[in-house]
């Protein structure tokens, strides 16, 4: 049971650390804008998908979803791997979006609600690739790898298409941006399982 304990207490102090460690290149990049941006485009399948910011919440869950993802990790290990290939995620998008800055098409409307805190505190810039879409499918990716369970791991997988949807549905992002995000995320989700453990690797 102290061993429990102990060890869900080190998963905590991963979890304290992600926003510290995630968060501020996106923050940075987000702002400081050195290069003229490039907007991409909103394809057909974007517009399929009618313009709801009543899905802001749904879109928003992708924060506790990547909480459940560390601490449904069977080691502090394991959730150590997350936050390290989270950060790495994180600052390679970071990069691109510095050297490459993108924006995606909003609607022009007086946004209320939590939809106008997303608008408000998130500028149109960073759009591609997304880090939205990276880290539903680096959540779900650790989640399903951290089960045997078959329905599990569909769950985890249809919770992250449905963050896709509300992305697309709140106009944050488009399929585009969506993709190319998702694939970075899952790069980075096999880079971090391919850490040695730190018990190994202190050896």
Not at 20 to 31: H, S
Not at 58 to 84: D, G, N
Not at 160 to 175: D, E, K, L, N, S
Request: aromatic share 14%.
């Amino acid at each position: 049971m102290a061993a429990d304990t102990k060890e869900f207490t080190a998963k905590l102090k991963w979890l304290a650390l992600m926003p510290v460690l995630l968060t501020p290149p996106y923050a940075l990049t987000n702002r400081l804008h050195l290069f003229e941006s490039h907007e991409v485009p909103r394809l057909a399948f974007d517009n399929a998908i009618a313009f709801m910011p009543e899905l802001s919440g749904l879109y928003l869950s992708l924060f506790p979803f990547m909480w459940l993802s560390v601490l449904s990790q069977p080691t502090a290990s394991e959730a150590r791997k997350f936050i390290l290939g989270g950060t790495a995620c994180s600052c390679l998008a970071s990069l691109i979006f510095l050297v490459y800055p993108t924006t995606f098409p909003r609607p022009n409307i007086d946004a209320s609600g939590v939809y106008a805190w997303i608008v408000t505190s998130d500028t149109p810039y960073n759009a591609c690739p997304s880090l939205h879409g990276s880290y539903a499918v680096y959540s779900a990716a650790w989640l399903a790898g951290a089960t045997t369970y078959v329905f599990y791991k569909l769950f985890v997988m249809l919770v992250a298409m449905a963050i896709f949807y509300a992305t697309i549905a709140v106009r944050q992002h488009g399929i585009i941006d969506l993709t190319l995000g998702g694939l970075l995320g899952y790069v980075s989700f096999l880079w971090a399982r391919s850490l040695p453990d730190k018990k190994k690797a202190a050896q």
